[in-house]
């Protein structure tokens, strides 16, 4: 079935440090969203992509997706201690898959101030 | 608008057991999913339902099971309770379609099995 994988695990960065963390999907996504999850909290929708070499920003977050469709990539910079947290990358099923999300396993972001 | 909410918030259970999770999705929703969220496995996909018809399954036993109302509000239902059904439980709701568009997640139940 479809995988979705997140690298890193981990991270762990000193605040005004920047941050990547990518996705991998192991099939062509017509889309891609990326979710934020607070420790003790839920995950949070943070952004979609749809098209082919897309890249959106939200203020110090930059978003990319793949030319292939198969990649994608999420970029902090001079994280801030309000960066805590999980990121986690998901991409929709096809064929009869189509109504479900797969989530990759998430990197975990931790800020020294 | 209010936001998804889920009962109970924590649940402690006995192996053999079966617990019953409800969720109440955003006003206008009729998509609700369910996803097992471990630190080992991460998020995992249980089920999805739109206008109380399951759409789509994830890879989990018999054991586990929903339903959803004519008002979309979900319910699931795992039955013969095991140690590693322990798990923040969570719905997510949203408008439905494919492929699914953003997910609004509710706050979870988390289920403790002994």
């Known amino acids: 079935g479809q995988q979705v994988m997140q690298i890193p695990q981990y991270q762990h960065v000193q605040e005004g440090e920047d941050f990547t963390t990518y996705c991998n999907s192991s099939?062509?996504?017509?889309?891609i969203q990326w979710y934020k999850q607070r420790p003790g909290g839920h995950p949070v929708f943070l952004i979609q992509l749809v098209k082919s070499g897309e890249v959106k920003k939200q203020k110090r977050l930059t978003f990319q997706f793949g030319e292939a469709k198969k990649n994608s990539s999420l970029h902090i910079t001079a994280t801030q201690t309000t960066d805590v947290g999980t990121y986690f990358c998901a991409g929709p099923g096809s064929g009869g898959s189509n109504y479900k999300l797969t989530f990759g396993k998430g990197t975990l972001l931790t800020v020294n101030p | 608008k209010a936001g998804v909410t889920q009962t109970p918030r924590y649940l402690i259970k006995t192996r053999g057991q079966q617990v019953t999770l409800s969720c109440s999705p955003i006003s206008g929703h009729r998509s609700v999913s369910w996803y097992q969220q471990t630190p080992g496995q991460g998020l995992q996909f249980l089920f999805e339902y739109f206008s109380e018809t399951q759409r789509n399954k994830g890879n989990f036993p018999g054991r586990f099971s929903g339903r959803q109302f004519s008002n979309s509000r979900s319910e699931m239902n795992v039955s013969t309770l095991e140690l590693g059904d322990s798990a923040l439980y969570l719905c997510?709701?949203?408008?439905?379609?494919?492929?699914?568009?953003?997910?609004?997640f509710g706050p979870g139940t988390r289920l403790t099995v002994t």
């Open positions: 997510a709701s949203s408008l439905g379609g494919a492929p699914p568009p953003e997910q609004y």
């Open positions: 099939t062509t996504l017509s889309n």
